[in-house]
Structure formats: structure tokens, C-alpha cells
């Protein structure tokens, strides 16, 4: 069965404290991988798509990796504005959502 | 580029009445849309996926009759939710694909409904 796993559920930062957020999947001819943003109330906004093992992407203070079975975001020096709910989905069949890291960025 | 919006954001109704949310592309065709519908703190759940012009494909345990969509146009798609109940109070998404995205979803920003 096609599966998609995000950790941590909620994570906690200091303002300029980076770290990674992780996405592991286990599906059939993944087509690609896609994070998105979403903040309370709102629907998910896009921020990257990956296809290949050994892709990274990156976006101001975001970087996207991805290999065979899991994917990264990582986040250097956040700011309390990137407080919101990352999601992590893959492309099969359908696209495939995760149930998100839901960050808070502490001033 | 690429903006999806939706009508209404929020929506109260009465138990037994019919809603109707629209999802539009902005700025783009959309040669298909999406209908998620998310629960608090989980993930989206796809519904049914449309081609304008075709009938919608339903996920299994999605009820076609009660979730009917249109997609009348390209940029424009519709999911009226009939006879409403409890149940279906969630917060419905639409995403949209263009004619240049060979999987990249944009989604809408959503509709609360409640259902009283």
C-alpha cells in the first residue's frame, strides 16, 4: 500500500535554529515528490516538486533533498514567518499526502 | 501565476440543504481539478478528480451522489454537497492542473463548511 510518513508531528525551533524535517514514503512508481505549506485555515501552498534520487531544490531559507525512500526539508536560520504546516506528498496513482510537521518559530 | 480560488471560504447550512463550493483557475486552464476534503489535524483526503468536460472519478467510499461534481469548463469546477448532514462538516480543498504541469497541483484556499 502506497504510504507517505512525516516526522516529526510538531516541532518547536528558536529563531536561527535550523533543522530538517523528514518525509518517508513507501509507494509504486513514484512520479514525484512535492512539498507543500499550509498555514491555519488556508489551503497548501506550493513549494517544491523533486523526481529523481539526488534532486535538491531550494527557496530562501528552505532546501528540498529527496533519496529512494525519504525525502528532507531543511530549514537554516527560520524566522517566526515560517511558522505553518509543511506537507510532504508523492505522486502514484493519485497524489498522496502526508499528515504534516506542524512548526512554530519562537522569536 | 498559477492562483486557484474558491467561493465561499465558509459556508454554515442547515441539516438537509445542498451546498455549493466553486473552485476556479485564475490565471490559467486547468485541464483538471481535484476535491480534498481534510479533517483537523489530518491530512487531505483526495475526493474525485475531474476533466472538463467528463464525468468526475470518485475514490472508493466516496459517495458520487451526495459529492456531485461539475466541470463545466476550464476554469471552472463545482462540488455541490447534497443533503448535507453533520458528518460532512470539514474543510474542502480544490487543486488545479494546467495544460504545462505534468504533476503539479495548486490548490485553493479552501472552504470551512458546517453543517448544523
Known amino acids: 500500500e502506497d504510504q507517505v510518513t512525516q516526522s516529526p508531528e510538531a516541532l518547536r525551533l528558536q529563531e536561527g535554529e535550523s533543522s530538517s524535517l523528514n518525509c518517508s514514503y513507501t509507494v509504486s512508481g513514484l512520479r514525484g515528490l512535492f512539498w507543500y505549506r499550509q498555514d491555519p485555515g488556508k489551503g497548501p501552498e506550493f513549494l517544491f516538486t523533486?523526481?529523481?534520487a539526488g534532486e535538491e531544490k531550494e527557496k530562501e531559507r528552505l532546501k528540498a533533498t529527496l533519496t529512494k525512500k525519504e525525502s528532507f526539508l531543511h530549514i537554516t536560520a527560520p524566522k517566526p514567518e515560517d511558522s505553518a504546516t509543511y506537507l510532504c506528498a508523492v505522486q502514484a496513482d493519485k497524489l498522496i499526502f502526508g499528515t504534516g510537521t506542524r512548526l512554530q518559530v519562537f522569536p | 501565476g498559477a492562483v486557484v480560488s474558491q467561493h465561499p471560504s465558509r459556508v454554515i447550512c442547515k441539516s438537509g440543504t445542498s451546498v455549493k463550493i466553486e473552485c476556479r483557475s485564475l490565471?490559467?486552464?486547468?485541464?483538471?481539478m481535484f476535491w480534498y476534503r481534510q479533517f483537523p489535524k489530518q491530512s487531505l483526503m483526495l475526493m474525485a478528480t475531474?476533466?472538463?468536460?467528463?464525468?468526475?472519478?470518485?475514490e472508493q467510499g466516496v459517495e458520487k451522489d451526495k459529492f456531485l461534481i461539475n466541470h463545466a469548463s476550464l476554469t471552472l469546477s463545482t462540488l455541490t454537497v447534497a443533503s448535507a448532514h453533520p458528518e460532512d462538516s470539514s474543510f474542502y480543498i480544490c487543486s488545479a492542473r494546467g495544460w504545462d504541469s505534468v504533476y503539479e497541483q495548486y490548490f485553493g484556499p479552501g472552504t470551512r463548511l458546517t453543517v448544523t
Open positions: 490565471d490559467f486552464q486547468a485541464t483538471t
Open positions: 523533486l523526481y529523481s
Open positions: 475531474s476533466n472538463e468536460g467528463s464525468k468526475a472519478t470518485y
